[in-house]
């Protein structure tokens, strides 16, 4: 949609200090899509689940914040039953459907 954008940002995140885990940063994600009724993140970090919605600011901005450990993640957004890319994601991977997953890398 031209109206949609959308953003990620990272910044570290306390969790519990262990010598063979690398510390979890917290993503945010955003999506700007106010005539939305509903979006998902959804990307291999849930397992593909599409039933926890996003949070959807007063100003039509969606949001969601997650704590990953340092990778590489595919996903994308479900909006309205409808599957697209974020918008900001300059990084896709082919997907076996014949479209293409936004990549997300978590660095240390």
Known sequence: ???NKSSLS???SASKTTTNRPKKKRVIFTFYSP???NVSLVGDFNNWDYTQSMKKD???TWKAKLELEPGRYEYRLLVD???Q???NCHNLVPN???TQ????EVSN
Do not use: H, R, V
Request: with cysteine; net charge negative; aromatic share 8%.
């Open 35 to 37: 005539q939305a009724n």
């Open 1 to 3: 949609m031209a109206t």
């Open 96 to 98: 076996q459907f014949g």
């Open 101 to 104: 997953n936004c990549i997300l």
């Open 58 to 60: 007063k100003d039509g």
């Open 85 to 87: 890319n974020d918008p």
């Open 81 to 83: 039953g409808e599957w």
């Open 10 to 12: 990272s910044s570290k």
